[in-house]
């Protein structure tokens, strides 16, 4: 089987292909003055390419109102050495230096960075206080807490989170230990995991009522690999355990960043990439779906730049969201584009 013919590997980090991206006509860009706070891209320079300050900056100043972002771990620039537990505050470190240069001015009016959210092993229960403790140190004053993913999945084909072994990462008492001195310094967790573990963040989220939880991708919902042509059970099952969650008023849910794991089309196929209106009809019944369970005042929007950026450019991406929302009132717009995030993540 050639390579082109091989199906492609979801679930993995590819080097977005700027020649096709070109390919879509340039679209006008919907409500461009509508205020945006992108609540989760990241910074590296690695394999899948370098996307730091110069990168982001060249995707924000393409048309849409980005008055601010935040930063969201990616196992970036990690101390190279000392103990194990802090290395992760290298991360902390390297994204407040790209914060304070965005502060300055120089570089326009967004503010990047404006909240830090970084890792850190919640496992090790009451000894993780000391490495969130650097991290606020850290941050300057913009480190608002931890993502810590949990997904995993049997099948070698999903590609699981970071360091996962096996399920269960949210039941086990020494991370919800972990996690309750989190919550004791004010900081907020962002959940990660795919649509069969739903269950574990919905029994953590009513075990730790008074933690601030912002759950990441739409609540993760798998579209290849073993889930392949079973998208109505996929939805059915994920709407199900994501109706349970919304009860929780202490969950929040991020809009987007379904391009590497719903796999809604093959962007390493398509001979052009897919228009807004086209990523729109891909992703309306779960985006809708999160809208009306959680309300406006409890969703925020990410573009998870630059991984979607395998599939859709950062025009193409907001144009999609933007689509989706055209139905609500201008203060449902507000909430769900920047005033959700400025109060989940305390941005001022």
């Known amino acids: 089987m050639s390579a082109d013919t091989q199906p492609t590997k979801y679930g993995r980090i590819y080097p977005p292909d ?36 110069d990168e982001l900056l060249a995707d924000i100043r393409t048309g849409h109102n980005i008055v601010a972002t935040v930063f969201v771990e990616c196992h970036s620039h990690y101390r190279a050495g000392g103990p194990e537990p802090m290395r992760p505050v290298g991360e902390t470190e390297f994204v407040a230096g790209i914060a304070a240069m965005s502060d300055s001015g120089i570089y326009g009016p967004t503010r ?77 967790l962002d959940a990660w995991l795919f649509h069969p573990q739903l269950a574990d963040v919905v029994d953590l989220a009513r075990a730790f009522p008074a933690t601030n939880i912002i759950m990441g991708h739409c609540g993760g ?19 199900r355990h994501i109706t349970e969650l ?4 202490n969950v929040s849910m991020k809009l987007g960043g379904m391009m590497m794991r719903l796999a809604a089309y093959d962007y390493k196929k398509l ?48 144009n999609a969201l933007k689509r989706i929302a055209a139905g609500a009132s201008e203060s449902e717009k507000q909430a769900m584009f920047n005033g959700t995030a400025r109060r989940v993540y305390r941005l001022g």
């Not at 072994?165 to 989190?182: C, I, K, S, V």
């Open 112 to 188: 990047v960075a404006a909240g830090i959210v970084g890792t850190a092993d919640l496992t090790l229960g009451d000894w993780v206080e000391p490495v969130l403790e650097a991290h606020i140190r850290a941050g300057g004053g913009r480190f608002r807490g931890v993502r810590h993913a949990a997904g995993w999945d049997a099948s070698d084909v999903i590609g699981n989170s970071h360091a996962m072994t096996g399920p269960g990462l949210y039941m086990r008492p020494e991370f919800r230990a972990g996690l309750a001195r989190l919550t004791s310094l004010g900081l907020s």
């Open 271 to 318: 001979p052009r990439p897919p228009s807004s209106a086209e990523i729109a009809d891909y992703w309306r019944p779960y985006v809708q779906t999160c809208i009306e369970l959680f309300g406006p005042d409890r969703c925020l929007v990410e573009s998870n730049f630059p991984v979607e950026k395998m599939g859709a450019s950062y025009v193409t991406l907001w």
């Open 18 to 53: 700027d020649a096709w991206l070109a390919k879509l006509p340039p679209e006008p860009i919907i409500d461009p003055d509508l205020p945006i706070i992108d609540t989760h891209h990241h910074l590296w320079q690695r394999d899948a390419g370098r996307y730091l300050l």
């Open 246 to 249: 919304a009860k929780c008023q």
């Open 221 to 239: 919902p798998l579209g290849y690999g073993p889930y392949t042509g079973k998208n109505d059970e996929v939805f059915a099952f994920w709407k």
